[in-house]
């Protein structure tokens, strides 16, 4: 049996390698949101409409035909929060950033501390808060949805911003560098699924606000009295503590942090590293 000579030219190689990647990323970004359900229900149309073709139901396979051709139509529309996600994540390539954490570490230790006080205080005093820290992607639109601050970051300012008797004390504050830009600002809701999580309107906008930018929100729960971070759109394990609050923060805003980022190559490697020693480890048990 002679089987047929395939040929491979390098920009064939790289063609399937830069494909590859990409539905990588595609995957990576829907992973956890309603785009995984709706693509689900779109490959079970693509799926019966294969069907009616090859048992000629040609009418089923024309109104499942139409059907695709709408979900074609409809997909921007609905994946318009997805696909504004993976424009904000293509500009913060680590060739376009410039981090404004970057020179200035002192800063990172300082400001997370002050937040992890604040956290504290406002935890234990049942006060309910949202401080957003800008990172690359900028947030003039949300700066100007609320009042111009300008002051430096400190303990004070913030409590004195969220007290009930403030009336910013509603909106969240923007924090960029060791600044307090803006107060009673308004965040986007979160539009994906909680998971069966019920979350009050505090920290759907937390989620919110990191599932279109970059940014960490830091949210203040006034009825549980715990402090939690959002992140990518992921909301961690409530807080109670001062010095966890900072090292959560600075866990995510360190330099050092910012730069640590594991690509496609790098899990690649790693899966080929594993797959290796396991290989190895199989033969060292085989001999005898």
């Not at 800008?134 to 300012?157: F, H």
């Amino acid at each position: 049996m002679n089987l047929p000579h395939i040929e491979l030219a390098w920009s064939d190689l790289l063609d399937i390698v830069l494909t590859s990647y990409i539905v990588y990323l595609i995957l990576l970004l829907i992973r956890g949101t309603r785009a995984v359900q709706i693509l689900q229900g779109i490959a079970l149309l693509v799926l019966l409409r294969l069907m009616a073709q090859f048992f000629h139901l040609w009418t089923i396979f024309s109104i499942l035909n139409g059907l695709l051709i709408a979900s074609g139509v409809a997909i921007p529309v609905v994946f318009q929060p997805e696909i504004r996600r993976a424009l904000a994540q293509l500009g913060r390539a680590r060739f376009f950033q410039t981090h404004p954490w970057h020179h200035d570490p002192e800063t990172v230790e300082e400001v997370c501390a002050i937040l992890g006080q604040t956290a504290s205080v406002l935890a234990r005093s049942a006060i309910g808060a949202i401080i957003v820290v800008e990172r690359n992607i900028g947030l003039a639109e949300l700066v100007e949805s609320g009042t111009n601050i300008g002051g430096y970051v400190t303990t004070e300012l913030l409590l004195s911003l969220f007290s009930p008797r403030s009336p910013l004390h509603d909106g969240a504050v923007i924090v960029r560098r060791d600044r307090i830009v803006a107060a009673g600002c308004f965040l986007p809701l979160s539009e994906a699924g909680l998971m069966g999580r019920r979350l009050g309107t505090r920290h759907r906008a937390a989620l919110g606000i990191s599932e279109q930018t970059d940014a960490i929100a830091l949210v203040i729960s006034e009825e549980t009295g715990g402090a939690a971070i959002a992140r990518d759109g992921k909301l961690s394990d409530t807080m109670d503590s001062a010095d966890g609050v900072a090292k959560a923060l600075r866990a995510v805003l360190s330099p050092a942090a910012t730069l640590r980022r594991v690509n496609f190559v790098d899990q690649v490697r790693t899966l080929w590293t594993k797959a290796n020693g396991a290989a190895r480890l199989d033969q060292t048990q085989l001999r005898p």
